[in-house]
C-alpha cells in the first residue's frame, strides 16, 4: 500500500512538472493506458455518454503536450505561468471496478497568471494509482472543477 508521504511526493512532483513546463517527464507518469479527465459539471458522469472538458487518453495527452510545446500552436502569448497547491491527501484502497491498486483524492488550487491577469481554479482531483515495474504510475487522473459549470476563460486549462 502507498503511504500518505509517499502520495504527497508523487503529487507534489506532478503538480512541479507541469509548473515547470516540463509536459514530457509528466507524460511519463500514466501507465500506458492512462486517462487524464476533466468532466463537466457533474463529477460522476459517464465519459462515452456526455461530454467531458477534458478526456485524454495516451495519444490525446501527447498530442497536447506536443501542441503546448510549440509556440506557434498558442492563439495568445504562451508566458503564463501556473501554480499548483497540492492539500488534503488521503489514500484508499482502489475500487473494485478500477485498474488501479491505489486512489488518491486530494484538494488543489491552481493558479495561472498571464498578461496581467490571474485565475484561481479549485479542484477536487483523484488519482488511481497502479504499480509498473515497482514505480506508482497514474492509471486515471480526473480533475473536478469547483467551478466546472462556469465560463472557463480560453486557455485557462493548460494542463491542469
Known amino acids: 500500500m502507498l503511504t500518505v508521504e509517499q502520495a504527497e511526493e508523487l503529487l507534489v ?19 500506458d493506458d492512462g486517462i487524464y479527465w476533466i468532466p463537466g459539471d457533474d463529477p460522476d458522469l ?8 477534458v478526456y485524454d487518453d495516451a495519444d490525446r495527452r501527447l498530442a497536447r503536450v506536443t501542441r503546448l510545446e510549440h509556440r506557434s500552436n498558442w492563439r495568445d502569448d504562451p508566458s ?5 497547491q497540492v492539500s488534503n491527501v488521503l489514500v484508499q484502497a482502489g475500487e473494485d471496478d478500477s485498474d488501479a491498486a491505489v486512489r488518491v ?5 491552481i493558479h495561472h497568471a ?10 477536487r482531483c483523484t488519482h488511481d494509482l497502479r504499480q ?13 472543477l469547483l467551478a466546472a459549470d462556469a465560463y472557463l476563460m480560453p ?5 491542469l
Open 80 to 84: 503564463g505561468r501556473l501554480m499548483h
Open 46 to 53: 459517464d465519459p462515452d455518454r456526455e461530454v467531458s472538458i
Open 105 to 109: 483524492h486530494s484538494n488543489q488550487v
Open 132 to 144: 509498473v515495474d515497482g514505480v506508482w504510475r497514474i492509471r486515471t487522473k480526473r480533475v473536478c
Open 114 to 123: 498571464r498578461r496581467g491577469s490571474a485565475t484561481a481554479l479549485a479542484a
Open 155 to 159: 486557455g485557462s486549462i493548460v494542463l
Open 13 to 31: 512532483r506532478e503538480a512541479f512538472l507541469l509548473d515547470e513546463r516540463r509536459y514530457r517527464e509528466w507524460l511519463e507518469l500514466f501507465t
